[in-house]
């Protein structure tokens, strides 16, 4: 999660109860130092039942 430097959340339905529980989760990864993020509401993803898709941008470094 230290690498990361951008998350985009797509959500079915999106509500307040939804967006509570992924803050939640949010900040159990990242902790008090997120990366920075867009919420994007959806009517429908790749198949029936799936709520959320996290797309992540993250940096690899290279340790010599």
Do not use: M, W
């Amino acid at each position: 999660a230290d690498n990361d430097v951008k998350i985009t959340l797509l959500i079915v339905d999106h509500d307040a109860e939804k967006l509570a529980y992924l803050v939640e989760k949010r900040q159990a990864v990242f902790g008090d130092n997120p990366p920075a993020s867009t919420l994007i509401p959806v009517p429908a993803l790749y198949a029936p039942g799936v709520l959320f898709e996290i797309d992540a941008v993250a940096v690899a470094t290279s340790e010599n």
